[in-house]
């Protein structure tokens, strides 16, 4: 049942309808606690209208001929829908919330309104020429990317080689800082085209900290360009940046502060391609859909690929949003697939890490495991619940369903994948003995099996040699932590060591390093539960 709509309805509190700057602009509804909503001019002059007062009839004479009273009352439908509609006259537009869940996997921490830090540069910012910032920022990027090429072996000891652990905080430091100025551009830009910035703050953005800048109300200018010049303010941002940091370390000796500054380089740029992916909602994302002037274009290009999967598995025909975008089916289904894809390699690169950290850090991989699984549920019964909307019967939908899971069952059980062990290597007056984790699930350990020694770097890990288990059971040591972490670090940490045999490296380059033991191939199903159900079970049920 849908919300119900009052003979004289209202909008609900905190609801704030902005009329356009321009003829060309569009209107926005603010709504408290989610993202703001651009709507048509008709949809805008009926949400302006509606003051508690007026019926539905006399809302439609209100506004003209071309409205009926049964196209008010539909509006009125819809708009209820997305909670736009008050049911208590007597209610209170509720407090702004400074944390907001994100779906599929974002958390937001809002922190301070950006206008407090931009307002006061406001007519610097717009005098400022675009054509010039664009071009200074496209030389500075260039540059530094001719810089990087002429210094092929710092970047290859900044990408395949452990850094200091002083060298991995200064680059860390360094940034969050940039991502602060990435945030603050796209403000700035917005101020420069007359817009007002929301809030700034920081958030986890699929496992990952990260810092936001509202600049929806850039949906309010009237130029694509202009919003478009505002989604890739940040990126241009980390070019600038990540370019002079280049350039700068081509004019340092050898050594590792130049190798610090090349490898904080590398990770602005890395930082500014990754933000042009389009399938996440990041400034690619906001770029395209301000290219093509379609809001939420995510969620409906989602929504299409879909229908299409309704129509080809159910035969349901299903509404398109995007009738005019020939790609929307394919960029919607890239949309629903990358999220899991984001969410698989940010587990794949810290499951290591948090399982080194013992039971506590299992459990924690598990619930990632499991909220990972969750999304996969989410969009497979998202489509299901289309087709049954659409008309689908119960039958070819459990045929559907029936088959899916068996193809599900099949490939985890016929599909294998080699299966390793996370673990390090110390190299000392002991000789050379494999280093594990403390939680580390020793039961697939046996004497002969290959381990492969390897140099972690930021980016790549180099292959240094190989060994073989040796006999024995593994003991509690003290081991650098470069043994666990691509650091270059002589700071202990707690393990366990085994000794290793037939080791073939030809003399290793550095006492400590990363590696990998090698248990065969196992199934896909033997592989998951091995990698996130063992180590929470193991300490449960011994």
């Known amino acids: 049942m849908g919300t119900p709509i009052e003979a004289a309805p209202h909008l609900a509190p905190g609801v704030v309808v902005h009329r356009p700057d321009t003829e060309a602009g569009a209107w926005i509804v603010e709504r408290p606690g989610t993202n703001p909503l651009r709507v048509g001019a008709d949809a805008g002059k009926l949400l302006s209208a509606l003051d508690g007062v007026l019926g539905s009839e006399e809302l439609a004479t209100a506004l003209g001929e071309k409205w009926t009273g049964e196209l008010v009352r539909g509006a009125l439908a819809k708009f209820a829908g997305l909670g736009l509609l008050g049911t208590d006259r007597n209610a209170v537009a509720p407090r702004e919330r400074r944390v907001v869940l994100l779906p599929p996997a974002a958390v937001q921490l809002r922190l301070i309104r950006a206008t407090r830090v931009l307002d006061p540069l ?7 020429s675009g054509r010039a910032v664009v071009t200074t920022a496209a030389v500075l990027g260039a540059a530094g990317l ?19 652990l002083p060298a991995f905080g200064w680059i860390w430091i360094g940034l969050v800082a940039t991502t602060v100025v990435h945030e603050l551009c796209h403000g700035a830009t917005l101020t420069h085209h007359g817009g007002r910035p929301g809030w700034l703050g920081v958030m986890l953005f699929y496992l990952t900290p990260a810092c936001f800048c509202e600049v929806t109300d850039g949906w309010r200018l009237p130029r694509r360009r202009q919003r478009v010049a505002i989604a890739l303010a ?12 280049a350039t700068i370390a081509l004019l340092l000796p050898s050594g590792d502060t130049r190798t610090t500054v090349v490898g904080f380089a590398l990770a602005c740029y890395f930082i ?12 690619g994302y906001l770029a395209l859909m ?17 229908g299409w999967w309704s129509r080809r598995l159910f035969g349901v025909r299903a509404e398109r949003q995007l009738p005019r975008l020939r790609w929307a089916v394919p960029y919607g289904m890239a949309c629903a697939a990358f999220p899991v894809v984001i969410l698989t390699a940010a ?4 499951t290591n890490v948090m399982l080194a950290a013992g039971f506590v850090g299992a459990i924690v991989v598990c619930l990632l495991a499991a909220y990972l699984a969750y999304r996969l549920l989410a969009t497979v019964f998202g489509v299901l619940a289309d087709a049954r909307r659409g008309g689908a019967s119960w039958l070819r939908l459990a045929a559907v369903v029936v088959t899916g899971a068996a193809a599900l069952v099949a490939v985890a059980t016929l599909v294998h994948v080699p299966y390793r062990i996370p673990a390090g290597y110390v190299a000392d007056s002991h000789g050379v003995r494999l280093v594990l984790p403390s939680g580390t699930d020793v039961t697939e350990l046996e004497p002969g099996q290959r381990v492969v020694l390897e140099r972690g770097g930021l980016f790549f890990t180099t292959t240094l040699g190989t060994a073989r288990v040796g006999a024995g059971t593994p003991v509690p040591a003290e081991v650098p932590v470069s043994a666990l972490l ?15 045999s037939t080791v073939d490296a030809g003399g290793l380059p550095e006492r400590a390093g990363l590696a990998h033991v090698e248990t065969g191939s196992v199934s896909l199903g033997t592989w998951a539960g091995r990698r996130y159900l063992r180590p929470v079970l193991a300490p449960l049920f011994g």
């Open 234 to 245: 940040g990126v241009s941002a980390q070019a600038v940046i990540g370019g002079v940091a």
């Open 347 to 350: 587990l794949t690169r810290w």
């Open 290 to 306: 301000a290219a093509v002037d379609v809001p939420h274009l995510r969620d409906k290009a989602i929504r299409d690929a879909r």
């Open 122 to 128: 406001r007519g610097l910012l717009s005098r400022l």
């Open 272 to 283: 500014g391609v990754l933000n042009l992916v389009p399938f996440i909602k990041l400034d």
């Open 146 to 164: 001719l810089a990087l090429a002429l210094q092929p072996d710092v970047v290859a000891g900044a990408v395949a080689a452990p850094m200091t």
């Open 486 to 500: 691509p650091l270059r670090s002589d700071i202990p940490g707690h393990a366990l060591t085994l000794p290793l």
